[in-house]
């Protein structure tokens, strides 16, 4: 009796000290680098823990095999039903290297990535989906990661009643933006999320209402992805998209930096001790795209970047890829 009583108050206390999911809306341009994938992976497999809640993607890359393709990945982990919204009149239109794998066909003709939704031209806006989903979460509930461009956030600060949307729901924007330190010696390295939508990225920068965290350039380089894990850990299905699309992107042997999954590390994971942060303060994004980063005297600010030690960065890179290559559903079958 007293052994059964002590596993119940053992189960309750695990039960009180498990976070609520973070409620999260990832916010992409799929296609232009597979560290996209690598994050939608991520945050798949720390969904199916418990650790957060998928509430939407949406996506900053205007072609429309990217919401496709997310489709696709979204349904190979079991959830086919995620709300996807995309950009119209984005700032890159371009066909991705691996977003053709939505389209690819087996043997048999049937698809081999299986999804409903065939083309971004059937997706609704970006921008009236974040909306909605924002209106319907409990307030400063919602964390966004942006991993992509600045085009769909800036419209929806432009969008009536947006600002004052997300100044309401959005406890914290986790971006991968940027470069707070020194790149291969170049103090202004400009960071290719920034530079396609400066615009955009000036915009949000001066005007988003809630804590901003930046993973900058240097960040994802300094954990990078072990090619070896692409070359042979993802066999375990005849075909797996993280690797296909690995090898359409750039092929191995090359370790990708993981840019875009230290964002949603940050975001879903914030208090692991993965990261470090900046103190508070301001950061400006120049006409040239670069983004220099004020801290503010007296401890203000809505702005802040991640910092790693070396020590950290194994533990990251490590994170990283566990939760990238951990098998979807179909494959444990």
Partial sequence: MMKRLLTLLFCTLCGLSQAAPVKLIFDTDMGNDVDDLMALAMIHNLQKRGACELLAVTITKDHPQAAAFVDAV???????????????????????????????????GSLRYPHDLKSGADAPDAVGLIKDILSKQPDSS?????????????????DPGGKELVAKKVKVLSIMAGAFQTVQWDTRHLEYNV????????????EWPTQVVWSGYEIGVAAAFP????????????????????????????????????????AVLPERGY??????????????????????????????????????????????????VEPPPAAKK
């Fill in 275 to 324: 990261f470090d942060l900046s103190p508070p303060g301001t950061v400006i994004v120049e006409d040239d795209s670069a983004t220099l980063f004020r801290a503010n005297k007296k401890g203000k600010g809505n702005h802040r970047f991640l910092v790693m030690s070396p020590e950290q960065a194994s533990r990251v890179r490590e994170a990283i890829v566990q939760l990238s």
């Fill in 195 to 206: 530079k396609l939508d400066v615009p955009a990225a000036q915009k949000l920068a001066k």
């Fill in 142 to 158: 919602v964390v966004i990661a942006q991993v992509g461009f600045f085009t769909n956030l800036s419209r929806l600060l432009d």
């Fill in 74 to 108: 979204n349904t190979l982990y079991g959830y086919p039903d995620i709300p996807i919204g995309v950009v119209r009149d984005g700032a890159a239109k371009e066909a991705g290297k691996f977003n053709l794998l939505a389209d690819e066909k087996n043997a048999d």
């Fill in 227 to 266: 090619h070896v894990v692409i070359e042979q850990d993802l066999d375990y299905i005849p075909h797996h998209p993280l690797k296909e699309a690995y090898y359409l992107y750039n092929p191995p042997p090359h370790d990708r930096p993981t840019w875009d999954p230290t964002s949603v590390l940050y």
